[in-house]
């Protein structure tokens, strides 16, 4: 039975890979993201697909729905994720795949917890270095397991991951994919040849990147930006580093990707939804956008950066 693992390559997606890969270690193992997911689901031809931490847009919604039901009809689809969708998308989604596993942890968590049963117990700490890099650590069920283990020894696994890949040497997809196969195997972050000197490289940088995001960060309104700083494997805290420096709610890090501005979004102030704040903006300037409360993003036409911007700050008169 030919099993296809359609994952996300930040660290959540990464361990949850893993997981997957651990129950079906005879699976290919691909990476996608939400602005080419239906491309890459549509191409995809296996017995069984699993899929793990990917949002949908929600433009692509009616046409993504509809390929996971004609896939459906031929084949397992399970999906595990914890990205907002409406109640009516996610009751069809429950209606036509084998499993569609949603809620309010990490898409580690939401995989481990349904194979659980089939994988070696040691697989918890995957659940564990997921959840932690993708800020869903405060879950229950993974402050449960982290009893059970020093949390200071899983949180050094956890930042081997998402630190280092952000160095160049981890940042491309077949480098990640033999990342999902080591940990799969059970073997640690750490064990992962030249990943713990790439994840200290990217401690380094990041002290280097904080003074050079201080030095460009500009502000409008209540979101401080950056555009094109430094390396795109450090958008997140570029755009963190942009809302400090500038006293300002929201941080925005844009970076120029062909003919268009992907933009990450962060925020210091916990009662911002940051993804409903990159979908709405996003799709009022002719783009897309979404992702988690806390971290979030959108891709938009290249001349819309400054209506962006407005609309952010519109909406967080709201909030």
């Known amino acids: 039975m030919k099993t296809i693992i359609l994952t996300h390559s930040d660290s959540d997606g990464i361990c949850a890979g893993a ?6 270690p005879d ?14 689901l549509r191409a995809c031809d296996a017995d069984r697909i699993i899929i793990t931490d990917i949002a949908i847009t929600h433009k692509d919604i009616p046409e993504i729905t509809r390929i996971l039901e004609d896939k459906a009809r031929d084949g397992d689809i399970l999906y595990f994720d914890h990205h907002p969708l409406p109640d009516s998308s996610r009751k069809r989604m429950s209606e036509i795949l084998k ?12 995989i481990y917890k349904y194979y659980q049963d089939d994988i070696p117990a040691e697989r918890v700490w ?11 650590e405060k879950t229950e069920f993974v402050r449960e397991r982290m009893n059970n283990w020093d949390a200071r020894a899983l949180h050094f696994e956890a930042s081997m991951i998402f630190l280092g890949m952000k160095d160049n040497d981890f940042d491309d ?22 990943l713990m000197d790439a994840a200290r490289r990217a401690v380094t940088d990041e002290f280097r990147l904080y003074e050079l995001v201080k030095d460009n960060a500009e502000k409008s309104g209540e979101v401080g930006y950056v555009k094109d700083v430094y390396s795109f494997g450090f958008r997140g805290p570029s755009a963190l580093f942009a809302a400090t420096v500038t006293d300002s709610r929201v941080g925005l890090a844009a970076f120029l990707r062909k003919n268009k501005l992907d933009i990450t979004m962060r ?13 709405k903006a996003g799709e009022a300037v002719g783009g897309a956008g979404g ?22 700050n519109r909406l967080l008169k709201t909030m």
């Open 173 to 194: 997809y077949d480098s990640k994919r033999k990342m999902v196969q080591t940990l799969a195997s059970g073997k640690n972050p750490s064990d992962i040849p030249g």
């Open 291 to 312: 992702g988690h409360s806390h971290a979030a993003g959108a891709r938009i036409p290249l001349d819309k950066f400054e209506d962006f911007v407005r609309e952010v």
């Open 19 to 24: 997981i997957a890969l651990s129950r079906f």
């Open 27 to 40: 699976a290919e193992v691909f990476f996608t993201k939400p602005v080419s997911f239906m491309e890459d």
């Open 99 to 110: 499993e569609y596993v949603f809620g309010e942890a990490s898409a580690s968590e939401l």
């Open 126 to 136: 995957l659940a564990i270095y997921g959840a932690i890099g993708d800020y869903e």
């Open 267 to 279: 925020s210091r102030d916990y009662s911002v939804k940051l993804s409903e704040l990159a979908e």
